[in-house]
């Protein structure tokens, strides 16, 4: 088994198909089919179901597909390493974070990137639920979560903290309160984020353990248009207060606090335990690791677990 017949055997696996794949990896479908044959040979397992046209994959395909997608992943991590080791000034940060963990990340990049111009950054859009998985197999170096995966494969790093803030357009009935009790909300009509995590089940739980009804009658696809929704005067909404900032200094949302609603949100930068970061990746840290030494900043830098130990041996040297 090699590199070459993993490729092949990807390649069908994600395209569904033997003909696309042989049109992405450009070679003929019989050559593909003749790689995936000795894929096949060696491993004294089918791989894919043969009385299906689509490339549905067999049980040893499933478990195959995992490794065979690390594995090809870390062939481009080692170009990549082997290029930067040519020149220190050149490199790839790539980092899998949603779309409210991103905004944490925006006053890093923007030291990161004067700092270091000619590296590319690259923040990839994922669901949360993804991104353990995207940094395990090496599709990135970095990811951003709101809370701790189970994954002992993986080390974290509190950089930063935020809270859920309850928000109403200033024309409201409640916005001129400043503070509200849960039960005041029942009849409430709240816009939400239609992607389901930790937070808003914390959410949905406080409503039911103060038997109060929470209509969402709206649920959206991002925070801006959640944002936006609730500003032009459609109902209210939960949403984290780095998200709102800015609409709020400028008095086109108003932020109330809700009693029983008072959650934090702690975001944590993911890596893979004891792996060694390329030339980017290292810098990256030193960036995050310098802004939370600077109290003007809102950022922090806190190793949890084996992480905590090992910054804390290094601290005493």
Do not use: W
């Amino acid at each position: 088994m090699d590199l070459y017949q993993l490729e092949a055997f990807v390649a069908v696996a994600q395209e569904r198909s033997f003909s696309r794949a042989a049109l992405r990896l450009h070679r003929t479908q019989s050559a593909v089919s003749q790689t995936i044959g000795k894929l096949e040979d060696t491993l004294g397992e089918k791989v894919f179901e043969r009385s299906s046209r689509d490339g549905t994959l067999t049980a040893a395909g499933a478990v195959l597909l995992q490794y065979a997608e690390e594995l090809l992943n870390l062939r481009e991590r080692a170009r990549d390493a082997i290029s930067e080791l040519r020149s220190l000034h050149e490199g790839k940060l790539t980092v899998a974070a949603n779309e409210f963990t991103s905004l944490c990340l925006l006053p890093v990049l923007h030291v990161y990137h004067r700092l270091h111009p000619s590296i590319k950054i690259q923040v990839q859009r994922a669901l949360a639920g993804d991104i353990a998985r995207q940094v395990l197999t090496h599709q990135v170096e970095f990811g951003v979560l709101s809370f701790k995966p189970e994954d002992e494969q993986l080390s974290t790093t509190t950089i930063y903290r935020d809270e859920l803030v309850f928000v109403v357009y200033p024309g409201h009935s409640l916005a001129s309160v400043e503070k509200v009790s849960i039960h005041d909300l029942g009849a409430e009509s709240f816009v939400a984020h239609n992607v389901t995590s930790p937070l808003r089940n914390k959410v949905i739980d406080a409503f039911k353990r103060t038997r109060t009804t929470l209509h969402m009658d709206v649920e959206l696809p991002t925070l801006s248009s959640i944002k936006d929704f609730v500003r032009m005067g459609n109902g209210v909404a939960l949403v984290p207060r780095m998200s709102v900032e800015g609409e709020l200094q400028r008095g086109e949302l108003v932020a109330i606090t809700v009693n029983e609603l008072r959650l934090e949100r702690t975001l944590r930068l993911v890596t893979r335990k004891g792996a060694t970061l390329s030339h980017a990746g290292a810098a990256f840290m030193n960036v995050c690791r310098s802004m939370a030494a600077d109290p003007r900043n809102r950022a922090l830098f806190e190793p949890e677990g084996e992480n905590a130990a090992v910054a804390r041996r290094k601290a005493g040297a």
